[in-house]
């Protein structure tokens, strides 16, 4: 009786000493999951605060990059701008010393400035056999006005090249693609004596004419009922 009475003491030692050993290996485990879930919500913090300084620096970068691209821009457009005055300063103030007669090859549009800087009273008629029928009419142009005309209309030719002939014999712009000795704009330099087409108006003021036109014609017509 005695000897199964410690049998079973022994037995329920046993069993508590396992229970404890169990209670403690996983008391074990949750500590290092505890510890596992530290660790990684630490890194997972760093990597965090990582990447919101790297995203950071970044957009300071790209900002000062589109502000560095932006000023270049802006200096080589002034540069540019600065240059083109400076050329057709100097080849205004050259065209000067061969007053009365003016003679330049350039583009269309460089002659036609340096037409309308040198003879303020000039008129333009345009060539309709060269350059075809015209909708605002081809005489009575200003040399700007033609410029604008052109920049609506063809503006690749304003880029052609052209020569500007102001003498006792020849008077007019010629466009050497088309022709070398027939000139493409017939120029009238405004001086006393000399027979000129009359001024009539830039483009804005020849197509409200041209709409008023229309519109009376319209108006003659329309049946009466």
């Not at 049998?7 to 508590?16: D, M, P, R, S, T």
Request: charged share 20%; with cysteine.
């Amino acid at each position: 009786m005695e000897r199964k009475q410690s049998n079973e003491a022994v037995l329920q030692q046993l069993i508590q000493s396992f229970q404890e050993a169990n209670q403690a290996i996983v008391e074990s485990a949750v500590a290092v999951q505890e510890r596992n879930m530290q660790f990684a919500q630490h890194l997972y913090s760093d990597w965090l605060a990582a990447l919101q300084d790297h995203t950071q620096n970044h957009r300071t970068l790209m900002q000062k990059m589109e502000q560095q691209i932006q000023k270049e821009q802006d200096a080589y457009q002034k540069l540019v701008q600065e240059t083109v005055a400076s050329y057709f300063e100097s080849l205004i103030a050259g065209l000067a010393f061969f007053a009365p007669t003016l003679q330049l090859t350039e583009k269309l549009q460089l002659c036609l400035l340096a037409l309308a800087n040198r003879y303020p009273h000039h008129c333009v008629n345009i060539n309709e056999e060269l350059l075809g029928p015209q909708t605002l009419g081809a005489e009575g142009w200003k040399a700007t006005d033609l410029i604008e005309l052109l920049q609506n209309t063809s503006p690749q030719l304003l880029q052609a090249k052209a020569r500007l002939e102001v003498t006792t014999q020849r008077k007019g712009i010629y466009l050497l693609e088309l022709s070398e000795e027939v000139p493409a704009f017939r120029v009238y330099c405004g001086e006393m004596g000399e027979k000129s087409p009359p001024y009539r108006g830039d483009m804005a003021t020849r197509q409200t004419e041209q709409k008023q036109r229309h519109d009376e014609a319209l108006g003659e017509h329309v049946p009466v009922g």
